[in-house]
């Protein structure tokens, strides 16, 4: 029974990482418990996270209790304050986050799937899951591809700039990237290089595809469940468009999908 719960444990956890391995090094087979526990305090310094909540940690490993829900609240606080970060760590903490997310969410639908209604997270991408917070962190790491195809490396992007707000407020936020993308997409297209003058009309085409499924506009607000989806689709979104040829097309064929089934999909 314990090696069935550890199972789903490492599952649970099992998400796309959009670390890249250090140089002459491998990536950890899973994420260890001391760097999920980092990941969820400030510069990874673990002395101010309560030992009440490792050792809940360590019994959602165990057994089939829920993880601990204050992990949800700090993993986003902690995604905000460090999102702009870019050392090798950073990144890796963030995926660790990601993993903390999902899985929390994920226990807690299936354990009470009338007040937690959203779909099971999906370790990479799930172009089907259309929960408005899901919806939205996709939506912004398309318009941050897109700022990054029109104008390269700038001092602050629509990341360092508006990731917390988006995360939280919507409606502020995406109405003025709303007004950015299309310049955006432009300058793309009038690009010297012709991946990114290639790469233009897909990225439109997946930016007003989910501008399409949000039916009821931006939000007002998100909720704190919702802002972790939010993260979900941030992340899965930047590691699908970031994917080599050869890793899309796998995750293509894994889903049962054909190229152009996905043009319409996305």
């Keep these: ?25 491998l990536m950890p087979p899973v994420i260890s418990l001391r760097v999920l526990l980092e990941s969820l305090a400030p510069g990874g310094k673990t002395e101010g996270i309560p ?24 993993a ?30 994920n226990r807690l639908s299936r354990r009470d799937s009338r007040r937690y209604s959203f779909p099971e997270v999906l370790p990479t991408m799930d172009p089907t899951n259309h929960q408005r917070g899901y919806l939205l962190g996709r939506l912004l790491a398309v318009i941050e591809r897109l700022q990054q195809g029109a104008l390269g490396d700038v001092n602050a992007s629509v ?24 310049h955006y997409v432009k300058k793309m ?3 010297d290089h012709e991946k990114d003058r290639n790469l233009a009309p897909f990225l439109d085409h997946l930016r007003s595809n989910i501008v399409f499924h949000l039916r009821d506009g931006y939000p007002r607000h998100l909720s704190i469940d919702e802002q ?39």
């Design 159 to 182: 990341i360092d700039r508006y990731f917390a707000g988006a995360s939280a407020t919507p409606a502020v936020v995406f109405k003025r990237l709303e007004k950015a993308a299309p």
């Design 51 to 74: 030992p009440a909540l490792v050792a809940d940690l360590f019994r959602a490993a165990l057994t089939p209790a829920p993880y601990p829900y204050s992990i949800l609240p700090r």
């Design 228 to 266: 972790g989806l939010f993260i979900l689709g941030y992340h899965h979104q930047r590691h699908w468009l970031w994917l080599p040829q050869k890793k899309r097309e796998e995750w293509i064929t894994e889903r049962g999908y054909d190229q152009s089934s996905v043009n319409v999909i996305l």
């Design 1 to 25: 029974e314990a090696k069935r719960n550890m199972e789903q444990y490492f599952a649970d956890l099992e998400i796309g990482l959009n670390t890249r391995p250090a140089k002459d090094k």
């Design 76 to 105: 986003v606080e902690r995604m905000r304050a460090e999102i702009g970060r870019d050392g090798w760590i950073d990144s890796y903490r963030r995926d660790a986050r990601c993993a903390l997310i999902k899985a929390v969410l």
């Design 189 to 191: 297209r009038e690009s």
